[in-house]
């Protein structure tokens, strides 16, 4: 199998070194998709920070690498920015700079717990390798290995849970999704498509219907867009005609991804989601939630305790721009909604499929760092 069946068509974020061997990352602009493919290049920990808060960058996998990826790049451009003015920098310095950072990516976006998880990776890093006082130059380089771990691993996960997945999908079905869980919100081939992907591969004949996804519309503009750069037949639906389609018998099966799963298997993901596995379960069709580890939060015992992002009321109040709603009409936004664990059929990890007790058996997964 070559390195390609790992991999989609699109690239979220990315390491480069300059010429000059100055560190960037590398991230394609979600929020101009798909209208227009633009690459842009961070130099500062800011710019991290003010790209995954403005969702050009999104989805719990991609948020959290690309946030491992601004700690290091913190720590790389300290660094440069102290040789430039041949001042020192020594390691507790550098120490206390990672952790800045680190509670900065973490003020961006309260609910993908995989951002939590990968700066407290890169903070354990940082200390495991402070113990062993080296110079600051191979610290910088160790942190830019882990980041490049994490993206690595999430590669791989990805794939192991599109195989999983893949096993729950029949030649010939039709299949829901909500949001974007593709590969666009990952490095890898993503979450809930990665089993849609793995299935098309193997050569299932596969429909895939795509709710809209109000009010930011990842589903009409990036799984569409991402689907179609994978060849992959698809529907465009706005979310409220789901339930219409699950009464008429079309759909086989439902795969989401997540944000954030509690202990008991209560799961936070894109705002829509509850909605969804409420009609699914009064038409008994099978909802299957495809995530890493990472996105797995075991110091939570269940969904009431994760934190909901609320977001502008401009995402609703307007479509690019352009108002759809009367001046100063009151909005709510929450971005994300929590669905009960009875509603979901399977948790699907890199580690296997995870069926109900969730409490139980999310445990056994051994999902500490
Ligand atoms: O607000 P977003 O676009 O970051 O929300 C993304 C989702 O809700 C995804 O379904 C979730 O992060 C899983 S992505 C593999």
């Given at each position: 199998?070559?390195?390609?069946?790992?991999?989609?068509?699109?690239?979220?974020?990315?390491?480069?070194?300059?010429?000059?061997g100055r560190a960037q990352i590398a991230l394609l602009d979600q929020s101009l998709l798909p209208q227009q493919v633009v690459i842009m290049h961070l130099q500062h920990e800011q710019q991290v920070a003010d790209a995954i808060a403005s969702l050009k960058v999104r989805g719990a996998p991609a948020i959290g690498v690309t946030?491992?990826?601004?700690?290091?790049?913190?720590?790389?451009?300290?660094?440069?920015?102290?040789?430039?003015?041949?001042?020192?920098?020594?390691?507790?310095?550098?120490?206390?700079?990672?952790?800045?950072?680190?509670?900065?990516?973490?003020?961006?976006?309260?609910?993908?717990?995989?951002?939590?998880?990968?700066?407290e990776r890169m903070q354990r890093c940082m200390q495991r390798a402070a113990r062993r006082s080296m110079p600051v130059q191979q610290l910088v380089d160790l942190l830019q290995e882990e980041a490049q771990a994490i993206a690595a691993e999430d590669v791989q996960a990805c794939w192991q849970?599109?195989?999983?997945?893949?096993?729950?999908?029949?030649?010939?079905?039709?299949?829901?999704?909500?949001?974007?869980?593709?590969a666009l919100a990952a490095t890898g081939i993503g979450t809930a498509l990665a089993p849609i992907y793995v299935a098309a591969r193997s050569g299932k004949n596969l429909h895939v219907l795509v709710d809209e996804t109000r009010p930011v519309l990842q589903g009409a503009r990036l799984t569409a867009w991402e689907l179609q750069q994978?060849?992959?037949p698809l529907t465009l639906i706005t979310d409220n005609m789901a339930g219409h389609f699950m009464r008429q018998g079309n759909i086989r099966s439902i795969f989401v991804g997540a944000d954030r799963i509690a202990a008991n298997g209560d799961v936070a993901n894109k705002i829509g989601t509850y909605s969804l596995a409420v009609l699914a379960h009064a038409h008994q069709i099978p909802l299957y939630v495809v995530a890493p580890c990472s996105t797995i939060d075991l110091s939570l015992p269940s969904g009431d305790q994760i934190p909901i992002e609320q977001r502008k009321p401009e995402e609703v109040t307007t479509?690019?721009?352009?108002?759809?709603?009367?001046?100063?009409?009151?909005?709510?936004?929450?971005?994300?909604?929590?669905?009960?664990?009875?509603?979901?059929?399977?948790?699907i990890t890199e580690k296997g499929i995870v069926r109900p007790p969730y409490r139980?058996?999310?445990?056994?997964?051994d999902t500490e760092l």
């Open positions: 199998m070559d390195d390609s069946f790992f991999h989609s068509q699109v690239r979220t974020v990315w390491w480069e070194e300059e010429a000059d946030a491992a990826f601004g700690v290091a790049l913190a720590a790389a451009r300290l660094l440069a920015e102290r040789q430039a003015g041949q001042r020192e920098l020594t390691q507790s310095e550098l120490s206390e700079h990672v952790y800045e950072v680190g509670q900065l990516l973490c003020r961006t976006r309260p609910t993908a717990v995989n951002l939590f998880w990968a700066t849970m599109g195989m999983y997945g893949a096993e729950l999908i029949a030649d010939g079905d039709t299949l829901l999704t909500h949001c974007n869980a593709g994978e060849g992959i479509l690019y721009g352009t108002p759809i709603a009367p001046a100063g009409v009151a909005v709510a936004n929450p971005a994300f909604d929590v669905t009960p664990h009875p509603y979901i059929s399977a948790i139980e058996n999310l445990r056994e997964l």
